[in-house]
Nanobody, 124 residues
Framework: QVQLIESGGGLVQAGGSLRLSCAAS????????MGWFRQAPGKEREFVAT????????VYADSVKGRFTISRDNAKNSVYLEMNSLAAEDTAVYYC?????????????????WGQGTQVTVSS
């Protein structure tokens, strides 16, 4: 089990950038795959990006490919989401999630632990 705390959300103008961080506590974080998901008002939670336990494999939703970058630092028990060229459609609560299996997944149900979320608002 890992506990996750997101930070770095906020209000940004369209075209701007934000960097989200997710700090994990608990044993064996380095063996977990990590993911970022988001949920906009009135919509279901959707996949954004995922990274495997080694950091070698990453997968992105088509809507963020080329704009967002997921990374991790196992020495710091942290995962990051660098978001560039933000648009109003990126406005959502962003959640960090951990998957004990270690392999990447785009499915909500494959993740074992979730953070509380951090709000990202992009003004147009």
């Amino acid at each position: 089990q890992v506990q996750l705390i997101e930070s770095g959300g906020g209000l940004v103008q369209a075209g701007g950038s934000l960097r989200l961080s997710c700090a994990a506590s608990g044993r064996n974080f380095r063996y977990y795959a990590m993911g970022w998901f988001r949920q906009a008002p009135g919509k279901e939670r959707e996949f954004v990006a995922t990274i495997n336990w080694t950091g070698v494999t990453t997968v992105y939703a088509d809507s963020v490919k080329g704009r967002f970058t997921i990374s991790r630092d196992n020495a710091k028990n942290s995962v990051y989401l660098e978001m560039n060229s933000l648009a109003a459609e990126d406005t959502a609560v962003y959640y960090c999630a951990a998957r004990s299996a270690g392999r990447v997944s785009e499915r909500n149900d494959d993740y074992d632990n979730w953070g509380q979320g951090t709000q990202v608002t992009v003004s147009s």
